[in-house]
């Protein structure tokens, strides 16, 4: 499980950007108290989701 700033810091953006994701529901994450985790599962999703194809 990853915090908001090890995702913050592996995509090179902003922690309120992470929570901005979340928010928006295009990442995937468990609230354990006050703070939000981010498993690999859902990182892998949420890179999936934003792959891009050449038409063929």
């Known amino acids: ?8 810091e ?9 929570w901005e994701w979340i928010r928006q529901q295009k990442l995937g994450a468990i609230k354990i108290g006050k703070e939000y985790r981010v498993s690999e599962e859902d990182l892998i999703a949420f890179e999936n989701s934003r792959k891009t194809t050449l038409a063929k």
């Open 1 to 8: 499980m990853y915090t908001c700033g090890e995702v913050a």
């Open 10 to 18: 592996r995509y090179k953006v902003k922690v309120v950007t992470v």
